[in-house]
């Protein structure tokens, strides 16, 4: 048979839509299972006034149980060949008569056990209980009462439909009985429809104005989009998260276009497209270089009577948002933007450490340092210098106040308007980049440098005062701001390492704020773990753990280098020779660790001791490979270093079968060891081969 | 022919009188919104039903622009609608109230768009939207769920209506000063002087030692009469703390630090009133209350 259930409620936030949707299917799929009641198909649709479950091929009645229970242990079972307490006990539980019991054999010895069938009931029966605990147990980011009911939801529920094989199943929930109910558009067809088949569910609606599917609605806002797009001369801005969003806001959609006065495209684009899609969630358009063009598209949810009195309204709604907009950017435009640093003094950053003003300096400071440490030439340093003092002045204008989400870019533009180069103006913006974990990182070495310096003061101060991530909570945002760190680096690829880049920010703190930081060595090191560990999850997203372990073992230093090495060395693990030379490596550095600790590892190899051919031939591949593989550092070519150190497999293997390090003559051991030694430090130029395991 | 202003709120006043709602008078104290008037602050709090309508006048100091913004004012009128507990059909009423002012819900693409509301100095939260007209912000609309940190009993809808910014689209006019108050009167020729002035004042000329002292005051005298268990006219001086914090916040006299520390205090206040008013609610033997009902919320031995 099939079921049909739709929860109506007022209006849900569009972002509890899609997860609630998610519950209401695991938590029928996880009852069914339990109950063992065969499902086929499910599907659920939504509004905002409605969370549907649709399910196919349900089964009539549970599966009959069938199932063998073991007790307690034969001998406590029966004494003298009578059933004792606990063996009567046991079938009373199990709902058998006590010679039904048998013996099972186990690994833990004899046991009785019983054979217990439950007859399957009618599923009809089971599912009031189903259905009430599923919409009992839902969770929402926020949850609400009303009225005077105990039951708590993401907006109050207005009905309920639950029809199960033409049949209507019928549960309690804050004062609704499930029925065979449901309403139309609020406005524009708000009567009670009778439905009883998914059959016909979706058509009902859409006769009652409603259009159930999501997907469907999504298909006709994105074809009024290019239609409005095409209209206003251009095409309507990818905007995915917005789409989402307003696709959950409607129960019918529409799109309008809406068109506005040129004179506001003086504002920069960023801010009208927030004031465009923030507070009011219209599309913006641009034309075919990317600049905006003075319309945009609206998403309605009543079939009106005239659309152009919805484009009217909404056209003086912008109006008021755009003037706004464009008073503060007049407004901001009147304050220079010294006036503006000098008011981050009265922000506080972090109550331990002292004001943005104070943060701004010391951006600035280590912007510059960074700079320097990867030879950017001087004019760059100045940028970085310059890009860092202003970074957070936008933070006080009244735009950034209104629109959070144009910090940076307001700093652009103010920075533009100001006079500042171009470059200064750029990296203020790329300051916080990059956003999320795929964001784009910075395109000029300023950004860059302010972008390093803004995270690793950030780190480098919320770890010194004690404010460190758990696994719960990261208030400061400081694992994106390693991760950040990280990804500039290998996306610029910038070879500075990251204990330098550390320190940087270490004296300035040093320079600028001492002691208001713990320790600098315990602070350096833990910054420099948080780091790794970001780095280590990042390279174990896309490459094999160990190839990772193996190459941070030998230091956690430039990242470019650690990325570089572990993609050469990952590509190169499934060749024939690895595996095996991965091994021989493991016996070198056991041998090493184990029995020779207490060698010297700077001992150099004896040419006149070389004896056996095997060593003779070792001590001349890792010569030979030794050349090779510094040339390949040098050259930063990982590839070649690591097919070098592959091509001593053979030699490695010859000199395990025919060498014999340990022996008792301690100059020819002592020369052994030292030529492990130079094997050992020639591998380490790129990872620790023996962390890699068999695939 | 669009209403005039005053024949909105009429209409409004009528509408819900209709539905059974008590029509009170604002309160003369300053505010920042209807909900601080006891009418809502402090009769949402226990078991008592309660239907209110009222047209509250509010200041907000901070929003002045001396009469320049088309849009911002700082002071402005609420129509505030309290109906306890929500009923079930409470959005179709609310929505009938729109008609009766001209509103026609196919004329006009109407959406309720979330808006979790959170008042902080009141210590009161509730979950609800903001209702649109054609993208205009029109109405706040919130299931209360609690208010001076105190979980209510039984949950209210309040429903706040934007007069002005209702009027204008009514009326459509772009300046809020163009609005027809009344027959051949503007609201603008009525309330432009005012909003001039107290700009000039609230930025210019605030005593801000002065307020300081007055605000210490008016918290001693709060906690004062919350001791003597004289519940309203303590709560008015809660109000009057807060309004001399707002205006302390407009002539920007206090830093950012400073500012969540008053809110802290307003917050207490505003915690220590709600509870006493449930209190002595009680010892009254809830006035508001059906017979009813009563076994209900009372202990036997009191009812």
């Known amino acids: ?403 959070p989400d144009l910090q940076g870019v307001m700093g652009r533009e103010y920075a533009k308007k100001a006079g500042e180069a171009d470059a200064v103006a750029k990296a203020i913006d790329e300051q916080y980049l990059p956003k999320g974990a795929d964001g784009n990182t910075p395109q000029t070495d300023a950004g860059a440098c302010v972008a390093l310096a803004e995270k690793l003061d950030a780190l480098v101060g919320c770890f010194g005062v004690g404010l460190v991530p758990t696994s719960a909570a990261d208030p400061y945002a400081l694992r994106r701001a390693a991760l950040g760190c990280i990804r500039i680096l290998q996306d610029r690829g910038y070879s500075v390492s990251l204990p330098t880049l550390v320190q940087l920010a270490l004296d300035t703190y040093d320079e600028l704020d001492a002691g208001k930081l713990k320790d600098a060595g315990e602070l350096k090191a833990e910054v420099l773990e948080f780091m790794g560990t970001r780095l280590k999850h990042q390279l174990a997203a896309d490459h094999p753990a160990d190839v990772v372990d193996a190459v941070i073992a030998v230091g956690l230093d430039d990242v470019l280098s650690i990325t570089d090495r572990v993609e050469a060395l990952g590509k190169l693990t499934s060749e024939d020779d690895f595996l095996p030379l991965a091994q021989g490596f493991k016996r070198v550095v056991n041998i090493l660790r184990k029995q020779a600790a207490d060698a010297d590892s700077e001992q150099a190899v004896n040419t006149g001791l070389l004896q056996e051919a095997g060593e003779v031939a070792l001590h001349e591949a890792a010569q030979k490979a030794g050349v090779a593989v510094n040339s390949a550092v040098e050259a930063r070519d990982w590839d070649a270093a690591c097919r070098t150190l592959i091509g001593l497999k053979a030699p490695v293997d010859t000199f395990f079968d025919d060498v014999m390090v340990m022996v008792d003559d301690e100059a020819l051991k002592a020369n052994r060891i030292a030529l492990l030694f130079q094997l050992e430090k020639l591998f380490m130029n790129v990872a620790d081969i023996s962390q890699i395991s068999a695939r | 022919m669009a209403l005039n202003f005053q024949d909105m709120i009429l209409r409004l006043q009528q509408f819900w009188a209709d539905y059974g709602c008590v029509v009170q008078q604002p309160w003369d104290i300053e505010k920042g919104a209807g909900t601080a008037n006891a009418a809502t602050f402090l009769r949402s709090l226990g078991p008592e039903p309660w239907n209110v309508a009222y047209v509250e006048p509010c200041r907000r100091p901070t929003d002045g622009r001396y009469g320049e913004n088309p849009n911002r004012l700082g002071a402005y009128y609420q129509f505030q609608v309290i109906l306890k507990p929500s009923p079930d059909d409470v959005l179709d009423i609310y929505f009938n109230s729109l008609k009766a002012i001209g509103i026609d819900p196919m004329e006009h693409d109407l959406r309720l768009v979330e808006d979790d509301w959170e008042q902080p100095t009141l210590g009161a939260w509730g979950l609800g939207w903001e209702v649109w007209i054609d993208g205009m912000e029109a109405t706040q609309f919130t299931y209360f769920q609690q208010v001076g940190g105190v979980e209510l009993d039984r949950v209210c809808a309040e429903i706040t209506y934007g007069l002005e910014r209702i009027a204008m689209f009514l009326q459509d006019v772009d300046s809020v000063y163009d609005l027809e108050w009344a027959p051949g009167v503007t609201y603008g020729q009525i309330r432009h002087q005012e909003e001039v002035e107290f700009s000039h004042y609230n930025f210019e000329q605030v005593d801000s030692d002065l307020y300081f002292r007055w605000f210490d005051e008016m918290e001693a005298e709060a906690k004062r009469l919350m001791e003597a268990e004289l519940v309203l006219p303590a709560y008015d001086f809660i109000l009057k703390a807060n309004h001399t914090f707002n205006t302390l916040d407009a002539s920007g006299a206090i830093s950012v630090t400073e500012r969540q520390k008053y809110i802290g205090r307003i917050r207490n206040l505003a915690r220590g009133i709600a509870t006493r008013y449930v209190d002595k609610r009680k010892d009254l033997g809830y006035p508001l209350l059906p017979e009813d009902q009563k076994a209900q919320w009372l202990p036997a031995e009191e009812a």
């Not at chain 1, 919409?135 to 926020?142: D, S, T």
């Not at chain 1, 358009?285 to 079939?303: E, F, Q, R």
């Not at chain 1, 709604?317 to 407004?331: M, P, S, Y």
Request: net charge negative; proline share 4%.
């Open chain 1, 1 to 403: 048979m099939e079921l049909l259930f739709e929860l109506g409620c007022e209006e849900l936030p569009a972002r509890f839509v899609d997860p609630t949707l998610g519950q209401i299917r695991d938590g029928f799929l996880k009852a069914c299972e339990d109950l063992r009641i065969d499902v086929g198909e499910v599907r659920t649709l939504s509004t905002p006034r409605r969370l549907t479950l649709l399910v196919e091929g349900l089964a009539d009645a549970q599966a009959d149980l069938e199932e063998e229970r073991t007790g307690p242990p034969v001998r406590a079972a029966y004494k003298d060949g009578e059933p004792t307490k606990a063996a009567e006990g046991f079938a009373r539980g199990q709902g058998v008569a006590v010679e039904d019991l048998y013996t099972v054999e186990t690994d833990k010895g004899e046991y009785i056990a019983a054979k217990v069938f439950e007859k399957g009931g009618p599923t009809h029966e089971l599912l009031p209980g189903i259905l009430e605990g599923i919409v009992r147990g839902l969770n929402f980011p926020k949850s609400m009462r009303w009225a005077d009911y105990k039951e708590t939801f993401g907006r109050p529920v207005r009905w309920m439909v639950a029809v199960a094989g033409g049949e209507t199943i019928r549960f309690e929930f804050a004062g609704v009985t499930s029925g065979n109910t449901s309403y139309g558009h609020r406005f524009a067809a708000p009567g009670a429809i009778e439905v009883g088949s998914i059959a016909d569910y979706e058509s009902k609606l859409a006769e009652f104005l409603v259009i159930a599917d999501p997907a469907k609605r999504r298909a006709t806002i994105e074809a009024g989009l290019a239609e409005v797009g095409q209209q206003a001369g251009g095409k309507v801005i990818d905007d995915p998260a917005l789409l989402d969003e307003v696709v959950n806001l409607i129960e019918k959609a529409h799109v309008i276009r809406v068109e506005f006065s040129q004179d506001y495209l003086e504002v920069p684009d960023e801010v009208l497209i927030s004031s465009m899609r923030s507070h009011q969630r219209y599309f913006a358009i641009a034309d075919a270089n990317g600049a905006l063009v003075n319309s945009c598209a609206v998403v309605y949810n009543t079939p009106v009577h005239d659309p152009k009195v919805v484009a009217a309204g909404n056209l003086r709604v912008l109006k008021a948002r755009l003037d706004d907009a464009r008073f503060f950017w007049e407004q901001d435009l009147r304050v220079p933007l010294e006036e503006f640093v000098s008011r981050l003094g009265d922000v506080v950053w972090l109550k331990q450490i002292g004001t943005m003003k104070e943060r701004s300096a010391r951006i600035s400071m280590t912007a510059a340092h960074i700079a320097e440490a990867i030879e950017a030439g001087e004019d760059t340093v100045e940028h970085a210098r310059r890009a860092g003092y202003l970074c957070k002045a936008d933070l006080m204008t009244q735009m950034v106040y209104e629109f």
